[in-house]
């Protein structure tokens, strides 16, 4: 296993939190020829968009407006959760957002560069209980 992606998510009294998520892979022959690949189980999506957050924009406190997965591709930002713990997040990182139906979180970009993201929406839009 290997931490893959942080996820934030709400509890059953509506705080939301981060959780850092390891990943189990299986070797399989996921594209023969070629040598055999650690690939994790697949996951349903329902469509991918990029978006992107101009230098100095700050959202305030908002829930995700569907399950979805977030790959940053460029810039960065800070995300705080209603548990007080805030984090930052940049090109490489990963964050699945699942705090659908609590106070959510609020983020905001750092720096003076556009912050890049390729999301990815999930077919299940309701989020595990924890």
Known sequence: MAKIYTRIYADANGVSHFEDVDVDFETVDYAPPSPPLDVSEMQSVTGYAFLRAPAGWSGEWH???????????SGEVEAQVSDGEVRRFSAGSAVLLEDLSCKGHRSR?????????AIIRMADESAPKT
Not at 63 to 73: C, E, G, I, K, S
Not at 109 to 117: A, E, F, K, Q
């Open 63 to 73: 829930p995700a407006p569907y399950r979805q997965l977030h790959f940053y591709l």
């Open 109 to 117: 970009t750092i720096g003076s560069s556009d912050v890049l993201l």
